[in-house]
């Protein structure tokens, strides 16, 4: 297996960047933000600021960031060096930026498959308090195309109609807002936030502490997926699943080895999903163990323990949930990660002078090109995007993965 990081690698500084800055490889959602912010404080064109916002862009594009930013101008105390709100140094723009925990700050990021109308019935309540500090209350809901339709409604009146000094933005990963809520989607102000450039997710992790070779090839083999980019930096396992996945073009040809190496994949990508929240849910039960009293004797201790119990009974079940997403996200970044190995492969077939997607894996690309026909190689893609396809139908990983691995051995022409 190839590992492309120089393991350890971590991202140790706090990017102290204004909002302009972060934004700068995306001049006209910077115009955009800062137009916006600086007509919330009475200031330019008073038309460019709106109260509900709909955020959409091709996944790893930075519309979380984008949105997080736009708090930031928002609640910023101060200015940058050009004028600007959004200058990153204030105690505002930190706590937004850097922690997502300023007090006037509600940051919706589901860990689920939907947004709930319960969910969305109590961001309603936060939403109609009036700020503490700043001068906005500004609420994000990240991933907002996991609103369920009853969610949905439930927002509308709040989105139409924000209180008074409340900014609702959702962020949703789509590169078509039709994809969205079509009654919210009418009620809210369109932003496109595009790809950002691979010079600009080396960037934003450099800044961030991440050395200029890990920066640029995690931009490079995420596809400039911002959110993944950085977690390649971060996470050794993240970085052995990549090198599980992109070996099993090699091991296609090795007979029953394919097989036993997707189902150590499979189980690693479970494990994972896993041990990496295990000490932020052991957290969680703890507190739930604390507020109930468990252990505790006397009055009322009979009916604490019922209600202790059926409490964790359904945080065990959230954990589930949690997990099967987990794992979910992971199978299909690691079908991506083998697509790419297959790309690179044709496109030194077809001796096209563009990057590469894995380039640590150069080699193992050049002997694909080699073994496969041009036919083989684009029906190995085919074979990896119905394996995609099966899995959010109810297929199990194992058999559409073993499937996938059937079809790619006929494609290379393995026997």
């Not at 330019?44 to 790893?60: C, E, Q």
């Not at 936030?193 to 090839?217: F, M, N, T, W, Y």
């Not at 077939?349 to 002997?367: Q, R, S, W, Y």
């Amino acid at each position: 297996m190839v590992y492309y990081f120089s393991y350890p690698s971590r991202l140790g500084r706090v990017n102290t960047g204004s909002v302009a800055q972060r934004l700068a490889d995306t001049p006209a959602v910077a115009q955009t933000i800062l137009a916006a912010a600086s007509a919330a404080r009475g200031e330019g064109d008073l038309r460019a600021m709106s109260h509900s916002w709909l955020l959409t862009g091709p996944p790893g594009a930075g519309r979380s960031l984008a949105a997080l930013c736009f708090a930031a101008a928002l609640m910023c105390t101060s200015k940058d060096e050009n004028g600007d709100p959004g200058c990153g140094q204030c105690a505002a723009c930190r706590a937004v930026l850097e922690q997502q925990k300023h007090t006037d700050l509600v940051f919706v990021d589901p860990k689920e498959q939907f947004i709930t109308v319960g969910e969305a019935r109590d961001v309603i309540g936060r939403a109609a308090s009036l700020p503490s500090v700043a001068p906005w209350r500004v609420v994000i809901f990240n991933k907002a195309d996991r609103l369920r339709n009853e969610a949905a409604n439930a927002l509308l009146k709040t989105v139409e109609e924000p209180p008074e000094r409340t900014v609702i933005v959702m962020v949703a990963p789509s590169e078509d807002p039709q994809d969205f809520s079509q009654t919210l989607r009418s009620r809210c102000r369109h932003l496109y936030i595009p790809s950002p450039s691979v010079e600009g997710v080396v960037k934003q992790l450099v800044a961030e502490g991440a050395s200029e070779h890990d920066a640029r090839l995690a931009a490079v083999t995420s596809l400039q997926h911002v959110g993944r980019a950085r977690h390649l930096v971060q996470d050794a396992a993240a970085q052995k699943r990549r090198a599980m996945a992109i070996n099993l073009a090699e091991d296609v040809f090795h007979g029953s080895q394919a097989f036993q190496s997707v189902t150590a994949l499979l189980k690693f990508i479970e494990k994972d999903a896993k041990d990496s929240h295990a000490e932020s849910e052991e957290a969680e039960r703890s507190k739930i163990e604390q507020s109930f009293g468990i252990g505790a004797k006397g009055k009322g201790a009979s009916k604490a323990q019922r209600d202790a119990r059926s409490a964790l009974k359904e945080l065990e079940e959230l954990h589930k949930k949690r997990a099967k997403r987990r794992i979910a996200d992971g199978l299909d970044i690691v079908l991506v990660d083998l697509a790419g190995i297959y790309r690179d492969a044709l496109m030194l077939k077809v001796g096209a002078e563009v990057d590469m997607t894995h380039p640590d894996f150069a080699g193992l690309a050049g002997e694909l090109a080699q073994r496969v026909s041009e036919d083989g190689l684009l029906a190995a893609q085919s074979a990896i995007r119905t394996c995609r396809e099966q899995l959010p139908q109810n297929v199990t990983p194992q058999v559409a993965f073993d499937g996938m691995i059937g079809r790619l051995r006929l494609a290379c022409g393995a026997r």
